[in-house]
T-cell receptor
Framework: AQTVTQSQPEMSVQEAETVTLSCTYD???????LFWYKQPPSRQMILVIR??????QNATENRFSVNFQKAAKSFSLKISDSQLGDAAMYFC???????????FGQGTILTVHP | DSGVTQTPKHLITATGQRVTLRCSPR?????VYWYQQSLDQGLQFLIQ???????AKGNILERFSAQQFPDLHSELNLSSLELGDSALYFC??????????????FGQGTRLTVV
């Protein structure tokens, strides 16, 4: 079974600085997708960024980028120029194309200090 | 607005009771997922349906059941409720089970409180 591990329960960053959230996963599949979701206090789940496993190029979305290391099964999220609105719980997620199942890590609470 | 609608938004019920949570996926989405999020916890995958058929099953209790109807909306039934079932229940939908458009859109969730 696939597992997703986020080893940082909490992280903090100063406004305008850069922070990196870690995620590792375990799988025997070669074709899958990885996601980072943001959950603000409203509890809404918001997709931040997506990475296809077959793509070597790291995904980027404005201030958000990932470092995808397929061999190491690592998928970290970098947030540049952090803003107060970035404060939220961040979840890493793995999508199995074989089983059609989206598995989440335990989440990392990000605090942004002004 | 993700396009996924969950009702009700809040639900308070007593132990031993049965409740039904409803989810309407985005127009055209065939896959529906149910997740449970307890207080300050991650999301636990419960079950997935694809075009009316059960596609994947997670840590879903026997007291819980779900189904997806021909119009693609889905219901999650929780019975013999216990205090520990209090949680936020999310529904998500996606266009298909795999492929380039794989992405799950989440509803606002139903907050269930068992007293």
């Amino acid at each position: 079974a696939q597992t997703v591990t986020q080893s940082q329960p909490e992280m903090s960053v100063q406004e305008a600085e850069t922070v990196t959230l870690s995620c590792t996963y375990d799988t025997s599949e070669s074709d899958y997708y990885l996601f980072w979701y943001k959950q603000p206090p409203s509890r809404q789940m918001i997709l931040v960024i997506r990475q296809e496993a077959y793509k070597q190029q790291n995904a980027t979305e404005n201030r958000f980028s990932v470092n995808f290391q397929k061999a190491a099964k690592s998928f970290s999220l970098k947030i540049s120029d952090s803003q107060l609105g970035d404060a939220a719980m961040y979840f890493c997620a793995y999508y199995s194309t074989s089983y059609g199942k989206l598995t989440f890590g335990q989440g990392t609470i990000l605090t942004v200090h002004p | 607005d993700s396009g996924v609608t969950q009702t009700p938004k809040h639900l308070i019920t007593a132990t031993g009771q049965r409740v039904t949570l409803r989810c309407s996926p985005r127009s055209g989405d065939l896959s529906v997922y149910w997740y449970q999020q307890s207080l300050d916890q991650g999301l636990q995958f419960l079950i997935q349906y694809y075009n009316g058929e059960e596609r994947a099953k997670g840590n879903i209790l026997e007291r819980f059941s779900a189904q997806q109807f021909p119009d693609l909306h889905s219901e999650l039934n929780l019975s013999s409720l216990e205090l520990g079932d209090s949680a936020l229940y999310f529904c998500a939908s996606s266009p298909r089970t795999g492929g380039l458009n794989t992405e799950a859109f989440f509803g606002q969730g139903t907050r269930l409180t068992v007293v």
